[in-house]
C-alpha cells in the first residue's frame, strides 16, 4: 500500500513539471525537421506516403477484402489500424532511447529523470497524429465515423501512449547497459505488426489461430481504433478492457521499476 502510495505522491510531483516538460516537447518537435528541405512538412507527407503505401499494397496487390467493405472503407480499416501500430513504435522507441541520447538532462538533478522518457515519446507522437487527423478526415468523408464513437478516441490515444510508456520507461534503463535493446527492438515491433490484425478482421482468421492475435497486446488497441473509426460503434467491451489493463498495468509498472532501479542504472550513464 505504501508503494503505491509513493507512485502516486510521485506522479503529482512530476505533473508540477508540466510547462516544461511542454517546453521540452516543441523543441524536440522543432529540432526533428531542422535541416530537411521540406522542413515541418514531413509532418504531414510522411504519415501521409507510409498509409498510402500499406493502403495500396493490401488494396492493390494483396486484394484483401473484409465482408461488408467497399474499398475505400478497406482504407479507412487500414489506415485505422495503422495509426496505433505507428503510434506505439515511435512512442517506444523515442523513450528507450531518450536516456542514452539526453545525458546531460540525466545528470541534472533539477530535472526528473523519469520526464525524459516521457517528454520523448510526447514528441514522438506529431506523425502520428497527422496521421490520425488524416484517418478521420477518411472516416468522416465516406460517413463511416460517427460523433458519439469519435468522442473515445483521443482516451484511446492516451491508453496506447501509458502502454508505449510504462515499457519505455524500463528498456530506457536497460538500454544504458546494453544498446543491443535499441536493435533488437525493431524486430520485436515488427513481430508485433505483423501479427496485428490492421489489415484483416479477426473473422478472417481460422479459429486454430485467433488465439494469436489475442496473445498480442497491439491487438487490442487496433480493434479498438478500427470500431471506432472504421465502424463507428463502441469498440467491444473485452476488447476495451482488455486495453485499460494493458494500459494501467504497463504504465503504473513501468513508473515504479524506473523509480527503484533508475539509480543502479545511472551508474552505467
Known sequence: MNAHLGVFRSLRVLSGYRHRVLEGVMHDIRQRYIGSVFG???AVLFPLLQLSIYAGLYTFIF????SGLTELGYVVLVFSGLVPLMAFNEALTAATSSLSANKNLLLNTVFPAELIPLRA????????LIGLLITLVAGFVLGRTSWQAILLVPVFWV???????????MFSLLSLVARDVQHGLGLVVMLLFVLSPFAYTPE????ALKP??????????VLSFQQLICYGTWPDPLVAAGAVFLSLGSFFTGFMVFQ?????????A
Open 40 to 42: 515541418s512538412l514531413w
Open 63 to 66: 486484394k484483401v477484402r473484409p
Open 121 to 128: 515519446a510526447i514528441a514522438a507522437q506529431a506523425t502520428s
Open 159 to 169: 491508453l496506447l501512449l501509458m502502454f508505449a510508456m510504462g515499457i519505455g520507461w
Open 204 to 207: 478472417m482468421v481460422p479459429a
Open 212 to 221: 494469436v492475435i489475442y496473445m498480442n497486446p497491439l491487438s487490442y488497441f
Open 260 to 268: 527503484r532501479a533508475k539509480h543502479v542504472f545511472f551508474d552505467y
